[in-house]
């Protein structure tokens, strides 16, 4: 079946049912099964090539096109555009990269993100001019279930992303478990402000509500940073039930919500932390600040997903307070519930060892990649390179493989450290990095903490501060403290610290300082 | 006014990003303050509109080229005000 069979079907018996109340600009409009269907249906009728990138903003056709894409058989996948902050040119040229990679007979681009795709020399539908949507609901496509439903370009920087092969077959498996997972009902309705390039937002904001037939509540990913309080306002105002967003998020919207401020969130009963590790500390903050605008504790839940499986993994079970671990040094880690129907966890080595998962809607392999499939996908498992434990048939997951520091014989994970690092007064936070070099006699790993500096107080103070904290974080007294200006920890696009390139501009920094002396 | 406003917006923004020492003018833009990330428009923009009492709109405010565009907007504001 197709993916999108059960959102036609219901677009010809209910054509005027809400498909999306997208919010752009404090205006909102209102978008119905049968627009966004016909409009599909435009698109559809003028593609009929494969692997179809689409670069646009959070707006209607972001949908439509992606639907029309499907329908034509074309293999779309959504690209990030431009942000305010990255410099045009470097993005211009890392999607042209990126679009050399995925060699597809055109794109689909706006007026607005037109400069982005231009250098790549690609032909170019312009979706602002082409035209509307006053053609007929398009027929449901009769297809395989082992067909290519579209390209999921997750993780890794703009130019080298790899396209995640996800079949019609895997696609509707994954939601039907899913939905059997969080107790999806008709009447729930989705609020989300996820970017739908990637793998939560798509899944969680588009194609599960267009699955299950439940509205989407839609913001704009930009504006939600800038303004977080959106989403509180997007979910009183249309009764919102559900909504997913990874863990800094709910960091994020602790620091910019006005104390004084109260909103009525007692309608979600589902809010899924997913996507990084997730934080008992933030979690049960974000609860308690909550609680007042009738979130329930047992609304708060952790998911464990990823694109390679088309999306979730695990879920914790809605209704109970969320659970942190027992485990000593673990106390931190926030369950991500058991494996969701078709879903089976192995963990390898000494716990928290590598998570492997095997199920019934894995990806068919990176798109034109088979040595990068052939590394993650094992005798059917997929290596996931998350490390984790299993508690009470729960899993927990605690970082990636290259997070781990072994000192001492110890296992240690850099970003637990690195958590405990970023409140010490005169670090700026968030931007700690721990890392291990190999001493010289190769006999076990050194602790070094690099830390940026605010002018708040003397760098002596701060680096001693940081030495006890390691100390008692894990009874370990780290090598070299080293106090770095602001913004010299190199940031991934996420906005997290590349690991391995700040590691290297420090240790460049260090040789060109012994170089000096 | 203006000049008003740039200094009372200039001491905001130097607390909400923990800058106390940086230089800012009309013509600094969030390339030349250390910690003006992403995110930080988030904390910024909530405090800019605590401190004035104003609301402002998203698009136009991080669509401003620099600080001096960021005061334009919030004296405008100001100054659609009933007295």
């Given at each position: 079946m197709h993916i999108f069979a059960a959102l036609l079907a219901r677009a010809h018996t209910?054509?005027?049912?809400?498909f999306c109340h997208l919010q752009r600009g404090g205006q909102t409009q209102t978008i119905t099964l049968s627009e966004i269907c016909a409009e599909a249906g435009t698109i559809a009728q003028s593609l009929r090539a494969a692997g179809v990138p689409i670069v646009l903003e959070t707006r209607r056709e972001l949908y439509s096109a992606f639907i029309g894409c499907t329908l034509a058989g074309a293999l779309p996948s959504l690209l990030p555009p431009l942000t305010t902050r990255q410099d045009p040119a470097l993005f211009a040229a890392a999607t042209a990269q990126l679009l050399a990679r995925i060699d597809p007979p055109c794109v689909i681009a706006s007026q607005q993100t037109m400069a982005t795709v231009a250098p790549s020399g690609r032909a170019v539908i312009n979706a602002d001019t082409h035209?509307?949507?006053?053609?007929d609901l398009p027929a449901i496509p009769d297809i395989d279930d082992q067909a290519g439903a579209f390209l999921q370009h997750s993780s890794g920087t703009t130019g080298l992303k790899k396209g995640v092969r996800l079949s019609h077959g895997a696609v509707l498996r994954q939601i039907s478990h899913y939905a059997a997972a969080i107790g999806a009902v008709p009447g729930d309705s989705v609020a989300s402000w996820l970017p739908l390039y990637h793998d939560m937002g798509l899944i969680t904001g588009f194609l599960l509500p267009s699955v299950l037939g439940l509205p989407i509540i839609s913001l704009d990913a930009q504006e939600w940073v800038a303004r977080p309080t959106l989403l509180l306002d997007a979910i009183a105002r249309h009764r919102a039930t559900l909504c997913w967003m990874p863990n800094f998020a709910f960091a994020h919207m602790l620091r910019t919500t006005p104390p004084d401020q109260d909103w009525d969130?007692?309608?979600?009963r589902l809010l899924v932390n997913c996507s990084?590790?997730?934080?008992m500390p933030v979690v049960e903050r974000f609860v308690a600040r909550f609680a007042a605008s009738g979130?329930?504790?047992?609304?708060v839940q952790a998911s464990y997903a990823m694109a390679e499986a088309v999306f979730a993994l695990t879920q914790s079970p809605p209704g109970r307070p969320p659970r942190g671990s027992h485990r000593p040094g673990f106390t931190a880690c926030q369950s991500s519930g058991p494996p969701i129907p078709g879903v089976e966890l192995r963990i390898i080595g000494p716990e928290p060892g590598d998570i492997l998962v095997r199920s019934d809607?894995?990806?068919?392999?990176?798109f034109r990649q088979p040595d990068a499939t052939a590394a993650r996908l094992r005798d059917g498992w997929l290596h996931t390179g998350d490390l984790g434990f299993i508690e009470d048939g729960e899993l927990f997951v605690v970082g990636r493989g290259d997070d781990v520091l072994t000192i001492n014989g110890r296992k240690l994970l850099a970003h637990e450290i690195e958590d405990g690092l970023?409140?010490?007064?005169?670090v700026v936070p968030g931007r700690v990095l721990a890392y291990a070099t190999l001493a010289n006699d190769g006999g076990t790993g050194r602790l070094i903490i690099a830390a940026e500096t605010d002018t708040t107080r003397p760098e002596r103070d701060t680096a001693t501060d940081l030495r006890r904290a390691v100390a008692g974080l894990c009874g370990l007294l780290p090598h070299q403290v080293t106090l770095l200006p602001r913004g010299f920890l190199v940031k991934s696009t996420s906005g997290k610290i590349a690991r391995a390139a700040s590691v290297t501009r420090l240790q460049q920094r260090q040789e060109n300082k012994a170089d000096a002396g | 006014m203006q000049v008003d406003v740039m200094t009372r917006l200039a001491a905001v923004i130097r607390e909400a990003l923990d800058q106390p020492d940086a230089t800012i003018?009309?013509?600094?833009?969030?390339?030349?303050?250390?910690?003006?990330?992403s995110l930080a428009h988030g904390v910024l923009l909530m405090r800019i509109e605590r401190a004035f009492a104003v609301r402002l709109d998203v698009d136009t405010a991080l669509a401003a080229e620099n600080v001096g565009a960021l005061a334009a907007l919030v004296a405008a504001q100001l100054g659609a005000e009933p007295v």
């Open positions: 209910t054509p005027d049912a809400v035209g509307d949507s006053a053609a969130l007692a309608s979600l990084e590790p997730c934080r979130l329930s504790p047992g609304a809607c894995l990806f068919d392999g990176y970023s409140a010490i007064p005169g | 003018g009309p013509a600094t833009t969030a390339d030349d303050i250390d910690g003006w990330d």
